[in-house]
Nanobody
């Protein structure tokens, strides 16, 4: 059974930075086809913010304008999301996803990020 545990969320002022971390137990994230971070704001659908493929191809949502950086640490078996220049509209629950196939896609429980203006 694969378990993902996110951490690093909290309350920050606009303009600040945060680093979210996702620790995996039960599988190596480096073997996954895609690892990604999503977020879900109150009353909105969950949206992809950044992803990286097994081959190292990076992708991020246009809405974050390059402020989000995803990275993997194969030794620590973690996936991180660096968020810079935080804005109030970044307030959301952030989720880590590790995807091998439609049958083997796993989510963490989420970590809350709240940005005050």
């Amino acid at each position: 059974q694969v378990q993902l545990v996110e951490s690093g969320g909290g309350l920050v002022q606009a303009g600040g930075s945060l680093t979210l971390s996702c620790a995996a137990v039960g599988a190596r994230t480096s073997s996954a086809a895609v690892v990604a971070w999503y977020r879900q704001a109150p009353g909105k659908q969950r949206e992809l913010v950044a992803s990286v493929t097994r081959g190292g191809t990076l992708n991020s949502a246009e809405s974050v304008n390059g402020r989000f950086t995803i990275s993997r640490d194969a030794v620590q078996n973690t996936v991180s999301l660096q968020i810079d220049s935080l804005k109030p509209e970044d307030t959301a629950v952030y989720f880590c996803n590790v995807f091998w196939s439609a049958e083997h896609s796993y989510w963490g429980q989420g970590t809350q990020v709240t940005v005050s203006s």
